[in-house]
């Protein structure tokens, strides 16, 4: 696996954050944008820097999305050994939204008045942008685009193990990227459901979400196959469900539907019951829509005494598009260091919830011993896209 | 299992909600034309059809079409290719954003601005709770689309899918690209718009249009396409090959290469000719081939070379984007 976002490049740095309780929310560095007042968890890099990592020109059209992409699916394919020379068939699934907006709205009144930047037109839609990334590389076979908003990296996760199923490619690398656009954040504060303090996910005091952005990636193979390139997995991804809230564009349901129903089908798709779960990674924005709606769901399928339940929404922002294996990635750091994301900025329970999400200082952490075997990790997305994974332990 | 088309409706440069293209095709002379719309209003309630944009308004009048032809009002899985998604909010509010500022914007035009607005939109308007997904992959979102739902029905996940390909183009964004070189070239078929819905099962409804038989897609960044694993087994008895040619000889030749070396000597079909060029049209192309399959017959106009009239029984639908990203559908009867 492999990511890129607010707490760092890497999986190291991601760890250390983690475990540290270092916020990766901050104020506004890198975007071109007037409204300054919103925190976001931005990658701590210009897109120079990142170019000037992987080796590209200068003089190569490039967007920021792409370029935390293959930073990420560098980490990711070197991680899991895997490169031109294997001879299989690799399949790339990425989940993105906005692909290369950050230049369309840099350079839109160029597109329609003239002819300096005509380069980025074709580096816009969602396909140019995952293959910008898989070019980098060159060792697919497959690629395939996902775009359902804030779902889109779980989404392809679940098509990358249906994918392996049908025996239509040996391996897949699963995923999301996406970077802060101008555009976005603009449309998320025409909702008023951005906050202008660092994000407080199930406190009764959010008031909305801080946006982040990053790319993060994972490897899925057969036990098979992992064993025939001697490599050990990290986990195995035991069940999953997409379903679809069916109530709005951009809310979701009082009573949770849609995500009661991922998360319960994603229980049958494991064979497991909701005992079985011994960590719940929220979806968790801090918007008091999702959180309350989430929150409901929660307790409808695991009870009053939910187990530990977290979002990691204050750590990295809301990395939209990227969220699903962003987080992906960090369930599977919880699974191989056994501990549990903290929910950051938490201090007073939702009225409404019966249960507080999982938080303490790292001190107060420590004493804990949890054993950490099964995961469940959620992502929902705008127009009620709806997804739940389980990770368990080997 | 096998996978049936058991309904398909479209709005495109030809008679929307019709199959009168068939005998009577339009024969669009200007470089970008627009779909065809219905009287929305008689599908759709007023207060809908006011508040949705183009592509919002015929995805839904084609998928309520198709699910209602085929008798099941819930699908179990509804699937979206698009290539640009909402293009004409997105285009609004960007306009907005980049000439008036950053103050002011309209939130309506955003949340109908993203890709799975299409695909959340049908499951809202049919209360459907099932599997919902949405790709957007330049030229062969349908095909991604398609692949994930036949995937499902073949292994018996599900037993009956909605899919739909929706593209529209505004007069601003066909602007755009043209100077990106995709559309509105010299002797090029028409730039057009898509919206198709078709409503798949593995259970054959009388009215059932074709089978479909496979779906195989690849990615050879621009390398030529050799070793077609997985589509090999596509290629047997295939009577005509369905091709996505548009009139740019450079564009062509990587048809008719791929052809030569793939399927020698198997007769060639088209469709954009009538339908024209755009992200998803290879949805329109697999429509055209269904409709020549239910009906046993091809049109003079869909021959690209000399007209036959043999028996046919299975057409493959060949569509290339760039010469980067390869699909292939095989159809039939």
């Not at chain 1, 339940?309 to 919880?334: M, Q, R």
């Not at chain 2, 009538?274 to 992200?279: K, P, Q, S, T």
Request: net charge negative; proline share 3%.
């Amino acid at each position: 696996m492999g990511i890129v976002s607010a707490l760092g490049n890497g999986v190291n740095e991601t760890l250390q954050a983690l475990q540290t309780h270092t916020s990766g929310v901050g104020a506004l560095r890198y975007l071109q944008t007037s409204h300054t007042e919103f925190p976001v968890g931005e990658v701590k890099m210009t897109n120079e820097e990142m170019m000037n990592l992987l080796g590209i020109a200068e003089t190569v059209p490039t967007t920021r999305t792409s370029l935390m992409g293959m930073l990420a699916l560098k980490e990711t394919l070197e991680q899991a050994r895997l490169n031109s020379t294997n001879q299989l068939r690799i399949a790339f699934i990425n989940g993105t939204t906005v692909g290369g907006m950050d230049k369309s709205e840099q350079f839109y009144l160029d597109f329609l008045e003239n002819n300096t930047h005509n380069e980025y037109i074709s580096t816009h839609d969602c396909g140019a942008c995952s293959e910008m990334i898989a070019d980098y590389f060159g060792i697919f076979s497959q690629i395939d685009t996902i775009s359902t908003a804030c779902s889109s990296a779980a989404n392809a996760i679940v098509l990358g193990a249906e994918l392996l199923k049908s025996g239509r490619a040996d391996i897949v690398v699963a995923g999301g990227c996406e970077c802060i656009s101008k555009f976005h954040l603009n449309g998320f504060n025409t909702l008023m459901i951005l906050d202008r303090e660092p994000c407080r996910p199930f406190d009764a005091t959010r008031a909305g979400l801080n946006l982040g952005e990053g790319a993060a990636y994972v490897v899925l193979e057969s036990e098979e196959s992992a064993q025939k390139r001697g490599v050990t997995p990290l986990s195995t991804l035991l069940g999953y469900a997409n379903t679809c809230d069916a109530f709005h564009q951009t809310a979701s349901s009082p009573e949770g539907e849609g995500a009661y129903l991922a998360m319960k089908k994603a229980l049958e798709n494991a064979g497991l019951t909701p005992e079985h779960i011994d960590y719940i990674n929220a979806h968790g924005t801090g918007t008091q829509n999702n959180d309350a709606s989430e929150g409901t769901a929660i307790v409808r399928l695991f009870g009053e005494t939910p187990p530990p339940v977290s979002s990691i929404k204050a750590f990295t922002g809301h990395t939209t598009s990227a969220a699903g294996s962003v987080e992906a990635v960090i369930c599977n750091l919880a699974l191989q260091h056994n501990f549990i994301p903290v929910n950051l900025n938490f201090s007073t329970r939702i009225a409404e919830l019966p249960f507080e999400p999982y938080y303490g200082s790292p001190s107060q952490i420590a004493s804990r011993t949890l054993p950490i075997k099964t995961i469940l990790s959620n992502s929902f997305g705008f127009g009620g896209n709806d997804t739940s994974l389980i990770f368990s332990k080997l | 299992m096998s996978v049936y088309i058991n309904s398909i409706q479209q709005i495109s440069a030809q008679q929307p909600l019709s199959e009168d293209w068939f005998n009577e095709p339009i024969m669009h002379t200007e470089a970008y034309n627009r779909a065809i719309d219905v009287d929305y209003k008689q599908y759709l309630a007023p207060n809908v059809a006011r508040r949705l944009g183009k592509i919002l308004k015929r995805a839904l009048v084609v998928s309520k079409k198709a699910m209602e032809e085929s008798g099941v009002a819930q699908p179990e899985a509804i699937i979206t290719g698009t290539g640009l998604g909402c293009i004409e909010n997105t285009e609004i509010f960007l306009e907005k954003l980049v000439r008036e500022g950053e103050e002011l914007l309209n939130p309506t035009y955003f949340m109908q601005s993203t890709h799975n607005t299409i695909s959340s939109l049908i499951a809202i308007d049919a209360k459907c709770h099932s599997y919902n997904n949405t790709y957007a992959h330049s030229g062969i979102s349908f095909e991604c689309a398609l692949q994930d739902a036949f995937i499902q029905l073949e292994t018996g996940k599900i037993k009956n899918a909605l899919v739909g390909a929706h593209d529209e183009m505004t007069p601003v964004y066909f602007g755009i690209l043209k100077k990106s070189g995709y559309l509105g070239k010299a002797n090029q078929h028409f730039a057009g718009e898509t919206a198709v819905a078709m409503m798949l099962s593995t259970k054959k409804s009388e009215r059932a249009l074709c089978s479909i038989d496979g779906v195989e897609k690849m990615y050879t960044g621009g390398k030529e396409l050799e070793g077609v694993r997985g589509v090999k087994k596509l290629l047997s008895d295939v009577d005509y090959v369905m091709i996505g040619t548009n009139g740019v000889d450079e564009h062509d030749a990587v048809y008719f290469d791929n052809c030569a070396q793939l399927f020698s000597g198997i007769p060639l079909l088209q469709y954009k000719n009538i339908f024209g060029e755009g992200y998803t049209m290879p949805a329109l192309g697999v429509y055209a081939a269904a409709t020549c399959l239910h009906k046993g017959e091809i049109p003079n106009h869909l021959f690209l070379g000399e007209k036959n009239t043999k028996k046919f029984r299975k057409i493959l639908c060949y569509n290339q984007f760039e010469g980067k990203n390869h699909t292939f559908v095989l159809l039939s009867r």
